[in-house]
């Protein structure tokens, strides 16, 4: 090469007697391969030298184990605050790519592992695309979820690659896909297995077969009539679940195709400008916010070297059966315990219907079946690495459970409880090692939610702890490290705002216009629905904990409806009447209210609450508290979590409409202390600390 090996800190190159250029991705002092500016000038360095070795084709791969590349480097991208810095980067990596297009030679990428966003738009810069058949390769583009659409050429050359409508859904859906499915899609040109690899690459450069023909649809979307019937539809559909104002990088998708989607020297252009305007905007600020905590968290779980085989789950309700189904889909041996076999019957059919939804392929459902074991007697107690109790939330009988589980347990085991309100030291006394005892607490359903509140006690030991985190991210989920107090984080500051929709529909406000309000503001469900889908009896039980240590009032209209039976869906009736399962809307407007006021008084309770905790140090920092919210809670993602978002509206601000609705309806919304100390740390301090 024109270059000494030694010149590139992340790219490796090796050109073969047959005259194949291999140029392998590997960054330096990261565990995944990201394009980095370093990166991506590399790689510009490298394309220019290559007419000079008159290669017969050029291979790119990665060196890493996990996967080819991930995507760009998102916490690059979230320091670009300018539109003409954004442009800038954008139109350079235009560049960098159509030079690779633009190879007189033929080029092949070969795949394995995560191939996502910028490192997909890569691959599509090259004339073939190889991936290894195996369950890891996945293939997507993943930007909508930060609030932008891919930006490196993407948008043209996968439309111009496979059908239009499926390149859409694809970019919309942020989903990935295997290599058969790509493969089936024209994604990928051949999907093979991991030892053919190498093969089907000399293949591809040394037949350098002719690439597929244009389809029908692909020539349909040329003319402008059809693009703007299909957007239409297509932004229709997306409002059912993303508001344009809050999440506008989908519809900023669908304009750039419906206007340039017929003239591709003109799109790659407005590309540029429209994923420029996004990355600086609010809403991808926001979201990339979210994401950079979602992997301080994952890092939460990588201390020490704990690594769970078995787990054994007590409690074959709900929540202990999908605990015990969700650790044997993630590879765990697990065996549950419950003292009615009709109860462990219910809970092996639900975990079959997951298995069978999630895998599809029927010798993996067996695999998986067999690892999860119904244990009447608790054999299991004596193997397990952690054991899980998730039995119903009396004080009481936990204690009685503990003093009989814990002399058959083996000293290195954790013990763990899913309480999803009691604190850890009313539970603890009754153990002859509290060091290893911690608490689990998932959220439901256990599947979708990925959150789990890791709680410490006075007497954990650290150890034990970041054990527990060990294991919350080997089951693939998101371990909060929380202290012990009532209700945590998640049901503290969620508790609230329920029990002031709960009020409001006691004051004849419809349940619809509550809920409403709060979808509105950003929340994935309102806070009635909720309720309802909870259950009005979990809903009150923890609400009367809650109101024992902080004098919160229950409302009536919750305590009467639960004494009628009326506990919410799975009743058919709770504050909401349903319908096949769905909630049929009564009640009509009274009195004089906007949606904005009932907002105001459901989130104000909420952030109050958040407020609190923060000042009371449940969670380390304002950061865990946003990321807790946002995982735990679904509050709005594009608005950064509860404190930032303070932070964002101003504190002054938001502070004097709390007092403002202490006036008006009591003490309940009166200011947390915690307030006065928000002004005193700046709001990017967090950000800062997420990058390094």
Request: with cysteine.
């Amino acid at each position: 090469m024109g270059h000494d090996q030694g010149t590139y800190r992340h790219w490796e190159t090796k050109q073969e007697s047959d005259g194949i250029l291999w140029l392998s991705l590997n960054r330096a002092e990261k565990n995944t391969n990201t394009l980095s500016r370093d990166v991506l000038d590399e790689l510009a360095r490298l394309l220019d030298d290559m007419p000079r070795q008159h290669p017969a084709g050029l291979v790119i791969c990665s060196g890493k184990p996990n996967g080819f590349i991930a995507g760009a480097d998102v916490a690059e991208f979230s320091a670009i605050v300018d539109f003409s810095e954004a442009m800038r980067l954008v139109e350079r990596v235009h560049g960098i790519f159509n030079h690779l297009e633009r190879l007189p030679f033929p080029t092949v990428s070969l795949i394995h592992g995560f191939c996502l966003g910028g490192g997909l738009e890569l691959a599509l810069a090259c004339r073939f695309r190889i991936a290894v058949d195996a369950p890891g390769t996945r293939l997507g583009f993943p930007e909508v979820k930060l609030g932008i659409h891919p930006g490196f050429g993407g948008t043209v050359r996968l439309i111009s690659l496979i059908s239009p409508l499926t390149a859409l859904d694809l970019m919309l859906s942020g989903r990935s896909i295997n290599a058969r499915q790509a493969l089936k899609i024209g994604l990928v040109d051949y999907a093979v297995p991991e030892r053919q690899l190498i093969r089907a690459a000399l293949a591809a450069i040394m037949q350098n077969p002719a690439r597929r023909k244009g389809r029908f649809l692909r020539s349909l979307s040329r003319m402008r009539f059809i693009r703007f019937l299909l957007a239409g539809h297509m932004r229709r559909t997306i409002a059912k679940r993303a508001a344009k104002k809050y999440y506008p990088a989908p519809y900023a998708l669908m304009d750039l195709w419906e206007r340039f989607g017929g003239n591709p020297s003109v799109m790659y252009r407005e590309e540029s400008r429209s994923v420029a305007n996004l990355v600086t905007g609010a809403t991808a600020q926001n979201l990339v916010r979210i994401f950079l905590l979602q992997e301080r968290m994952k890092a939460l779980g990588q201390n020490g070297d704990f690594s769970p085989r078995f787990v054994h789950v007590i409690g074959g309700g709900t929540m202990g059966g999908d605990i015990a189904a969700w650790c044997a889909l993630q590879g765990l041996r697990v065996t549950i315990q419950d003292i009615e076999h009709q109860r462990l019957a219910v809970a092996v059919k639900r975990a079959s219907s997951l298995f069978r939804k999630e895998l599809k392929d029927p010798r993996l459902v067996k695999d998986v079946l067999d690892r999860f074991v119904p244990d009447l007697r608790g054999d299991g107690i004596t193997r397990a690495d952690i054991v899980i109790e998730a039995i119903f939330e009396d004080a009481t009988a936990k204690r009685k459970l503990y003093q009989h589980i814990e002399p058959r347990m083996r000293k290195e085991a954790l013990l763990a409880t899913n309480t999803s309100s009691i604190p850890l030291e009313e539970l603890a006394d009754s153990l002859r090692n509290p060091e290893r005892f911690v608490g689990l607490h998932f959220f439901n359903p256990v599947a979708k939610m990925q959150l789990v509140e890791v709680v410490r006690g006075k007497s954990v030991d650290a150890e034990r702890l970041n054990c527990a985190m060990r294991f919350v991210t080997a089951i693939g989920h998101l371990p909060l490290p929380v202290t012990s107090s009532p209700g945590f984080l998640i049901n503290r500051i969620l508790m609230p705002y329920l029990l002031e929709a709960a009020t409001m529909e006691q004051e004849g406000i419809p349940a619809a216009d509550i809920d409403r309000a709060a979808v509105e503001f950003g929340m994935p469900m309102g806070p009635i629905l909720l309720a309802d889908s909870v259950g009005l009896d979990i809903c009150l039980s923890v609400a009367r904990i809650l109101a024992g240590h902080f004098k919160t009032e229950v409302p009536k209209r919750l305590e009467s409806l639960v004494a009628m039976g009326s506990l919410g869906k799975k009743s058919g009736r709770g504050f909401y009447a349903y319908g096949k399962g769905k909630p049929v809307s009564s009640g009509k407007k009274t009195g004089s209210y906007t949606i904005g006021d009932l907002a105001d008084r459901l989130i104000m309770r909420l952030l109050n609450e958040a407020v609190g905790c923060r000042r009371e140090g449940i969670v380390a920092d304002g950061d865990l508290l946003d990321a807790g919210a946002v995982f735990g809670i679904g509050f709005a993602p594009f608005r950064g979590g509860p404190i930032h978002y303070i932070r964002t509206e101003g504190v002054e601000v938001l502070h004097a409409r709390l007092e403002t609705l202490e006036q008006r309806y009591g003490s309940r919304f009166a200011a947390d202390p915690g307030w006065r100390e928000l002004p005193a740390q700046k709001a990017n301090q967090g950000f800062a600390r997420m990058q390094e």
